[in-house]
């Protein structure tokens, strides 16, 4: 666990996001260059992540989760809301004004093939950081990659290989090296297990968990697997059509989930237990997810709710704390705060 900074200690987080919207304008027919309507990738997220600390999303595929870190790292430029680093505005912030804010950022992508460049040796990969953030001479920055790739896990030695002649796992930790060069303390991890073997997803799992402790980083951890998210997160959030559902710390949202959308999510993780198993129920939700470019009066969720009321279909409720746990667990669900059917527990 890294030492507390003074703003952490003046209550300021390291990463805090305020209602970001990231929507993706299209058109289509004859008069194509009219703009026609907005894909709303994210539609109003709000977090906050502090020094040491996981923050999970998760969500069906296409929820706005790898949409939501790109825009807090600037790749994908926000279209409303803020993004603040240790309290710093940093939207609309050009490539020059962002080199700065690289070294406190960074990213372990999704595939670990397609990130890293095939032409180009591990030593080079791994260093090319150092090239523009240090002024390290040529022996130096070799020596600090062969560090940096011991610290992941990997020889030294095989800094003058290429990527193809590694293993997927092996490449994720090229990856999270990369990362690591510039000495980061936030790191968004774009489902960086999900491409594995579950053996070496639980070998990634437990480097990214030792890596915190050793160097006190944040991440924000993205992923489907629901049991990984509770394995390494403190936090979770639930999105669901570019929106936060639901979040709290990990233990709340598995043992008490107030949101439907949620409960049906954790009803999907099997149990090791097989007598736990046959006991366990799924909940089936009906129809499809509802097109993100369309703007919905109330819940999104209720076209698919098995518990949908006229209430919510005339406007959309807004993350409130549940009862008694206020300040660290929220739900977006006019019934959050109830005792929901049996049915659906």
């Known amino acids: 666990m890294s030492t507390t900074t003074n703003s952490q200690a003046a209550g300021v987080p390291l990463l805090e996001v305020r209602n970001l919207e990231v929507h993706f304008p299209f058109s289509h027919g004859p008069f194509w260059r009219r703009t026609h309507g907005a894909v709303r990738a994210v539609d109003g997220v709000s977090f906050t992540l502090r020094e040491g600390e996981t923050l999970g999303l998760v969500g069906e595929s296409g929820c706005g989760k790898s949409t939501t870190a790109r825009a807090c790292l600037n790749l994908v430029h926000p279209t409303g ?110 489902e960086p297990v999900s491409a594995l073997d579950v053996s070496i997803q639980a070998q990634v799992v437990n480097l990214l968990d030792d890596l915190q402790q050793q160097l006190g980083l944040a991440y924000v951890f993205i992923a489907h697997d629901l049991a990984v998210v509770r394995h390494i997160c403190d936090r979770v959030g639930v999105m669901y059509l570019g929106r936060i559902v639901e979040i709290g710390t990990a233990e709340e949202i598995y043992r008490n989930p107030r949101h439907p959308y949620t409960q049906a999510l954790l009803s999907a993780v099997p149990d090791a237990d097989p007598i736990t198993e046959r006991k366990r129920r799924r909940i089936v939700l009906k129809g499809e997810v509802p097109s993100p470019d369309r703007q919905y009066p109330g819940c999104p969720f209720a076209d698919r709710c098995p518990i949908v009321q006229d209430e919510c279909r005339r406007s959309p409720p807004q993350l409130e704390g549940i009862a008694g746990r206020e300040d660290t667990h929220r739900a977006a669900c006019y019934f959050a705060r109830e005792n929901l059917p049996t049915a659906i527990v």
């Open 81 to 190: 809301g803020e993004v603040l680093f240790r309290g710093r505005p940093i939207q609309g912030f050009d490539d020059r004004a962002m080199l700065p804010l690289r070294r406190e950022m960074q990213m372990i992508f999704q595939d670990p093939f397609a990130s890293l460049n095939p032409r180009m040796t591990v030593g080079r990969i791994v260093g090319e950081p150092l090239v523009i953030f240090s002024d390290l001479s040529r022996r130096d920055r070799e020596l600090e990659v062969m560090r940096l790739l011991e610290l992941v896990g990997l020889n030294p030695r095989f800094l003058n290989r290429y990527p193809h002649e590694f293993s997927g796992g092996q490449r994720q930790r090229i990856g999270i090296a990369r990362a690591l060069a510039v000495g980061p303390k936030v790191i968004f991890c774009d």
